[in-house]
């Protein structure tokens, strides 16, 4: 089945404990892209890929890292989380970069930092 | 002004009621439209893209006004199945910059008996 996937799902951590989530595809999908769910705010960017070792900032990155070394993998990493990245996330990838291509989202990892 | 924007609602409509909702966006320069759906916590799903000529897919109509910057979507004979948040998205992107999406907070559809 193609699907985008996401771990963990739930997650609560405390302050300053490095954490990361994963994101995998398994459509050989070119771009992949993190994004950050906060009431009245909707769906933020925080990186996309565009390939392999290609990643660039979103609208919000601050406190966060990604890296992809495979197609399939972009995880997303905070090295010292703050209660402010307290929020749902959420994986994307699509075919290719085109501004048309349809963007197929994981399930979602709802972040708790205390 | 946010790049886009909806009216977050609830709309609360009965089964079988005609609905619309609209979506303004401030990039005159963005290329694509979309309409995802969103249902509660969980990933938003593609619903239909919106084209310059409008486009129907079933009970669901999109349509585009670059004019005057919005977009739309119709939604006929509505099923409590339709219930969920529905996301007016724009992709800015021209060239480069990659396949960026940005989303509208949007707009709390439910459907009742």
């Known amino acids: 089945e193609a699907q985008v996937t996401q771990n963990p799902r739930y997650l609560i951590t405390v302050t300053g404990k490095k954490l990361t989530v994963t994101c995998s595809q398994n459509?050989?999908?070119?771009?992949m892209s993190w994004y950050r769910q906060d009431p009245g705010l909707g769906l933020r960017q925080i990186y996309y890929?565009?390939?392999?070792?290609?990643?660039d900032k979103g609208d919000v990155p601050e406190g966060y890292k990604v890296s992809r070394k495979e197609k399939r993998n972009f995880p997303l990493i905070l090295e010292s989380p703050s209660p402010n990245q307290t929020s749902l996330y959420f994986c994307?990838?699509?075919?290719?970069?085109?501004?048309?291509?349809?963007?197929?989202f994981g399930p979602g990892t709802r972040l708790t930092v205390l | 002004r946010k790049e886009v924007e909806q009216d977050p609602g609830p709309f609360n409509v009965p089964e079988g009621a005609t609905v619309a909702f609209n979506c303004t966006y401030s990039?005159?320069?963005?290329?694509?439209f979309f309409w995802y759906r969103q249902d509660c916590r969980k990933e938003p799903k593609l619903l239909m893209s919106v084209y310059s000529s409008g486009n129907e897919d079933g009970r669901f109509t999109a349509q585009l006004n670059r004019a005057s910057q919005y977009i739309s979507l119709l939604i006929r004979d509505s099923k409590l199945s339709d219930s969920a948040t529905y996301l007016c998205v724009v992709n800015p992107s021209t060239r480069g910059g990659g396949n960026k999406l940005t989303f509208g907070t949007g707009t709390q559809l439910k459907v009742e008996l």
């Open positions: 994307a990838s699509s075919p290719g970069v085109l501004n048309t291509d349809t963007q197929y």
């Open positions: 990039n005159s320069a963005s290329q694509s």
């Open positions: 890929s565009m390939n392999v070792e290609v990643t």
């Open positions: 459509m050989n999908h070119e771009y």
